[in-house]
């Protein structure tokens, strides 16, 4: 905590109050218009939309979202995923737990109905999973794949064209990783090869086809392979040498190929040096081994980061070093360095980039854990008044809080002004007060606080 001392006051400047703000995040997921956070103490933090309890905080309904991390109430969670108005997560003890939209069967609980609470779907040995639109897939520590909801398209590669509404064995050993996009299906097998299942209009599962669907698992590439995503129509493949692969939907550039097109096979975006790809509605992320983090595609609400609201068919860098981990929602970034911090920018009209805005959007990366300190600052406006301001870089409600006693304890200070942040363009908390409410009371001390 700095102290400042000015015309016989004392200006304490501290950060925000947020909890836990120690605590570093290890893992980052996003859906269509929220975003989950996991921290390295085992808790889950949310963000954004929550029409249908994706958050799993115990409410749900389009007003209950939320445009600040919150503490959802489950522990021990070492994995997380999220995909369309879904989300899940792995626990220490292997279980394996969903929250959110069930109109397709994809909680695998075995009805159709949402839940906004996290419910227990297998007690043990799930070690990974991934969220498409309406279906969810999932691997065990025995290398079987395991899969349900929609199935209209194939994308759960059982045969049949079904919806499942409990979790079926889809393939028995060897799956490593799996990937989801809007409708078809992704995995990757311990030999480096990756198969593919389910919508292929736009040659997604880069079998040489268009086709409207491929209900059973089709291999794609047979070997080298290292990690695996998908967007809503396209799919990417890291192989060991570091190259980028692409295959599917390159409508909006996300290819990062200098092109604007369809391809059912797939093509080398990036010759070397990528470690992480992530990929969303019709924009793309990938992380470098040097830290940087690079973006294409489709850009018109800043989810590329890059300061403006072009598209690009050519990868661009967004940050130079220290980025460990990255996601994409449907248009929306989040992404996470190696000092634990996490930053998001795009679409914020569901709250889903966790700054405490609603409803606009940012094109350029904001920190929003920990939250960036507000910078309080003091001046004599004349005789008789003073003038503080802060520059908030983040939503909410700020509290101006004033005490004679420093040693008195916070929550008994007495709160002399508050201002409500809104507007991420007028984003300054202001006030002017007349010390005479304090006269006689020697020193006086102030604190910014925020909640």
Not at 141 to 152: A, F, I, K, P, V
Not at 195 to 209: K, R, T
Request: aromatic share 10%; proline share 2%; charged share 15%.
């Amino acid at each position: 905590m700095k102290i400042l001392a000015k015309s016989g006051l004392v200006l304490l400047v501290c950060h925000a109050i947020t909890a836990n703000a120690t605590i570093a995040v290890t893992n980052v997921t996003a859906g269509s218009g929220h975003c989950m956070f996991l921290k390295s103490d085992g808790t889950l933090w949310a963000a954004g939309q929550n029409d249908y309890g994706q958050l799993g905080d115990g409410t749900d309904g389009m007003f209950n979202c939320t445009n600040k991390l919150e503490r959802i109430s489950v522990n021990n969670v070492v994995k997380i995923a999220a995909g369309g108005d879904t989300t899940m997560l792995i626990k220490s003890d292997g279980s394996f737990w969903i929250a959110g939209y069930n109109g397709y069967d994809q909680l695998g609980d075995g009805t159709s109905n949402s839940t906004n609470r996290f419910e227990c779907i297998v007690a043990s040995n799930v070690i990974a999973a991934a969220a498409g639109d309406f279906h969810n897939i999932f691997v065990k520590s025995d290398g079987s794949l395991w899969g349900m909801g929609d199935n209209e398209y194939g994308e759960l590669g059982n045969g049949a064209l079904n919806f499942v509404n409990t979790p079926e064995e889809l393939v028995s050993n060897g799956v490593v990783a799996v990937a989801a996009g809007a409708a078809h299906s992704l995995f990757l097998k311990s030999d480096g090869s990756v198969w593919g299942m389910g919508y292929n209009q736009f040659g997604q599962i880069g079998d040489g086809a268009f086709t409207r669907s491929v209900g059973s698992p089709e291999e794609i590439i047979s070997n080298n392979v290292v990690a695996i995503a998908a967007g809503d129509d396209n799919s990417f493949f890291i192989k060991s040498d570091g190259s980028l692969w692409a295959v599917g939907s390159d409508s909006f550039g996300q290819f990062g190929d200098g092109m604007y097109q369809f391809t059912n096979r797939p093509e080398q975006i990036v010759s070397a040096g990528v470690v992480a790809i992530a990929a969303g509605t019709g924009h793309a992320l990938f992380i470098k081994s040097d830290g940087s983090l690079w973006g294409m595609g489709y850009n018109d609400i800043g989810q590329l980061g890059d300061g403006t609201y072009n598209t690009t068919n050519i990868p661009e860098q967004i940050v130079s070093s220290g980025v460990i981990a990255v996601a994409a929602g449907a248009f929306s970034s989040v992404f996470l360095k190696a000092d634990g911090s996490v930053w998001t920018m795009g679409d914020d009209w569901e709250g889903q980039l966790g700054d405490g805005f609603l409803d606009d959007e940012t094109a350029v990366p904001e920190e929003v854990y920990p939250l960036p300190q507000p910078i309080l600052t003091e001046s004599v406006s004349d005789t008789t008044n003073l003038q503080f301001t802060a520059a908030c870089q983040f939503g909410g409600t700020f509290y101006l809080l004033a005490t004679s006693n420093l040693t008195q304890s916070v929550n008994l200070w007495t709160p002399v002004a508050t201002n409500t942040i809104s507007d991420r363009n007028n984003s300054v908390f202001s006030a002017t007060l007349t010390p005479t409410a304090f006269s006689g009371v020697g020193q006086q001390f102030y604190i910014l606080q925020s909640k």
